[in-house]
C-alpha cells in the first residue's frame, strides 16, 4: 500500500500534532516548576519535553518519505487534551493520565492499523514508543505522589541528598533546605525517582522481544506570559541555580529503535533545545 493514501500516513500527522502539543505542555510545566524553584523536577521535566520532541521528529521523518514532492497539507480530524492549567502537582497527574491514553489506546491502535496496512517499521516506532511513554507514566506518577505526600525532600530513613547545581552531598532523613556548600535552595537537590535510575519491566521485557525487528503541593504550571518557556532563556526565580543543563540521569534510555528515515541530514543534535 502507497503510504500517503494510508489510514497511517493521516495517523502520523495525527501523531506528529500530538508529540508536539505534548512537548509544548511539558515545557510549560517546566517552566512553571522552575519558576517555583523546583529547579530539580524543572530538570527532569525538560528531559521528558525533549523526548517528545525526539518522537516528532521521528514521526515527522516517516511522513516526509511519502512523498517525495512538497506536502503542503495534511487534513486530520483529532482531539487532544487541553486539560492542563496552573497547578504543578495536578499537572502531573494530567500527564500521566494523556500518556496512558497514547500508551494504552492511541498508539497500540495505530500500531496495529500500521501493521495491518503493511508498514512495519512504523508499527515497531509506535511500539517502541509507547515503552518510553509507560516510562514517563512512572516518572510522572511518582512525582505526583511524592509532592502531594510530601516525601519528595524526605525519608523515613537516612538517604544520600545531592545538590544538583555543585555536588555537595549529605546523608540525612531531610534534604537540606539550603546547600551548605553553593546555597542552592531544596529546589536544587537531585530528587529521587525509582523510574529513573532503572527501565520499567515491561520496557525491559519489549526490547528483548522487539530487538531483533526493528523502541509540593506548591502551584506552578504554565501560568506564565513570557515569551520563552525554554530552561536554558527563561530561568525565573529559581534561587541560585546557575544551571539549566539536563540531568545526566536522564529519564528515559533509548529503547531499541530501529532508525527511521533521515531528514534534510540534520543530526538530533541540532534541536531546538
Ligand atoms: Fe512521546
Ligand atoms: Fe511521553
Known amino acids: 500500500m502507497n503510504l500517503k493514501n494510508s489510514q497511517t500516513f493521516k495517523n ?7 508529540e508536539c502539543q505534548a512537548r509544548t505542555r511539558y515545557e510549560f510545566m517546566e517552566y512553571g516548576a522552575r519558576s517555583q524553584g523546583f529547579k530539580a523536577l524543572a530538570d527532569i521535566i525538560d ?54 491514553d497514547e500508551a494504552t489506546k492511541i498508539y497500540p491502535e495505530f500500531a496495529r492499523v500500521a501493521e495491518q496496512e503493511g508498514f512495519k517499521d512504523i508499527a515497531g516506532l509506535y511500539r517502541n514508543v509507547i515503552e518510553v511513554e509507560k516510562q514517563h507514566i512512572a516518572i510522572l506518577s511518582e512525582l505526583y505522589t511524592q509532592m502531594k505526600n510530601n516525601t519528595m525532600y524526605s525519608r523515613p530513613t537516612p538517604v544520600v541528598w545531592k545538590c544538583s547545581d555543585c555536588g555537595y552531598a549529605q546523608k540525612a532523613m531531610e534534604a537540606f533546605k539550603c546547600c551548605p556548600l553553593c546555597h542552592a535552595k531544596q529546589g536544587a537537590v537531585l530528587l529521587k525517582i525509582d523510574a529513573l535510575s532503572k527501565p520499567s519491566a515491561s520496557l525491559a521485557v519489549s526490547q528483548n522481544a522487539t530487538a531483533s525487528k526493528v523502541s509540593a503541593g506548591k502551584s506552578g504550571g504554565m501560568k506564565t506570559t513570557a ?15 546557575s544551571s ?10 533509548k529503547p531499541a529503535v530501529k532508525p527511521v528515515p533521515k531528514m534534510g541530514g540534520k543530526p538530533t543534535s541540532t534541536s531546538t533545545r
Open 12 to 18: 502520523l500527522a495525527r501523531t506528529y500534532a500530538g
Open 47 to 100: 528531559d521528558i519535553a525533549y523526548n517528545e520532541f525526539n518522537h516528532a521528529r521521528m514521526f515527522y521523518s516517516f511522513i516526509q518519505t511519502a512523498d517525495k514532492q512538497t506536502i503542503t497539507n495534511i487534513h486530520i480530524d483529532a482531539g487532544y487534551p487541553f486539560k492542563e492549567k496552573w497547578d504543578l502537582m495536578e499537572n502531573l497527574r494530567l500527564a500521566s493520565e494523556d500518556e496512558t
Open 227 to 241: 515569551s520563552s518557556a525554554k530552561s536554558t532563556t527563561a530561568k525565573p526565580s529559581s534561587p541560585k541555580t
Open 244 to 253: 539549566a543543563k539536563p540531568s545526566a540521569s536522564s529519564a528515559t534510555k
